[in-house]
């Protein structure tokens, strides 16, 4: 455990942003999860819905879609931008892969 002040306080910053970004890598295995249980199951309206923002009947997103996961890790510094840029293109691939 710390004793300086200063690295007591980094402790506590360091867990409020663990949390955080335990949080946004478990909304992004979730998607992907389901994106590729999608794939395996040759549901390419099902995969396509996962990939882009779903949207009810009124025309309002109910749930982020992967990609829009995996830009806002970007912009939280939790994943760097060419890594993104990889596992979206890949998903795009497999995408088109089975439509």
């Not at 335990?22 to 199951?41: P, Q």
């Not at 779903?54 to 992967?66: F, I, P, S, V, W």
Request: charged share 35%; hydrophobic share 40%; glycine share 2%.
């Amino acid at each position: 455990m710390p004793i300086i002040q200063s690295a007591k306080k980094q402790l506590r910053q360091n867990k409020k942003r663990k949390a955080r970004n335990d949080n946004f890598r478990s909304l992004y295995r979730e998607a992907r999860k389901s994106f590729e249980s999608a794939i395996k199951a040759n549901d390419a309206a099902a995969a396509k819905a996962v990939l882009v923002n779903e949207k009810n009947a009124e025309g309002k997103t109910t749930k982020a879609g992967l990609q829009a996961i995996i830009d806002k890790l970007v912009k939280k510094n939790i994943i760097h931008k060419n890594n993104a840029s990889r596992k979206k293109a890949n998903f795009a691939k497999m995408l088109k892969a089975i439509s």
